[in-house]
């Protein structure tokens, strides 16, 4: 019994490091840029909000809440990330021009927002079906929200109803941010 729960221990380190590594080892573009940056590379060993976002939905407004998370965590190792979607009633129509305009303009959105991606069915990006996977669910809407520990692997889930200042999101941001760069 000893030998199997020592292999499974084992197992599972051999295998956690690859599919943290998988999760963000992709590259995308900044919103309106042409260079993509690597995930993993810009964002190592920080704790990430991933959230797909969208400029005509009841949660838009949300945009100012995960604004002040971003500022008020971002010397922790802390960043929240955009990604406009228009899988949802097709709520965010706009080319990434007029996003990033509206974005900063009406919501002084600062926190880095990347390329219009697809979050939901076969056609999702392969970072969002990596989210999913780890996350246990895929977005049912705008302003999904993923945390993602400093290892690179998902913590909590948190649906579009969960607010930027909902208690269970900043109790689970400041226990991600407790733990150790690794």
């Not at 977005?139 to 607010?163: E, M, Q």
Request: hydrophobic content about 40%; aromatic content about 8%; charged content about 25%.
């Amino acid at each position: 019994m000893r030998r199997l729960v020592l292999v499974l221990v084992l197992f599972v380190a051999a295998v956690a490091p690859s599919s943290a590594a998988k999760l963000l080892d992709v590259s995308l573009r900044p919103l309106a840029q042409r260079d993509a940056v690597n995930l993993q590379e810009r964002f190592a060993g920080q704790v990430l909000l991933i959230v797909n976002t969208a400029s005509k939905c009841g949660f838009t407004p949300q945009y100012e809440g995960l604004e002040a998370l971003h500022q008020r965590h971002a010397e922790r190792g802390f960043a929240v990330l955009g990604f406009p979607s228009n899988d949802f009633l097709g709520q965010e129509p706009g080319t990434e021009e007029e996003i990033q305009a509206f974005c900063t303009l009406t919501y002084g959105v600062g926190f880095p927002m990347f390329e219009k991606v697809q979050v939901k069915g076969e056609d999702a990006h392969p970072l969002y079906r990596e989210l999913a996977r780890q996350g246990g669910e895929a977005p049912g809407w705008n302003f999904h929200k993923y945390l993602v520990g400093r290892d690179g692997r998902v913590r909590a889930s948190f649906g579009s109803r969960v607010r930027p200042d909902d208690r269970s999101l900043a109790e689970a941001i400041e226990a991600a941010l407790a733990e150790p760069v690794r």
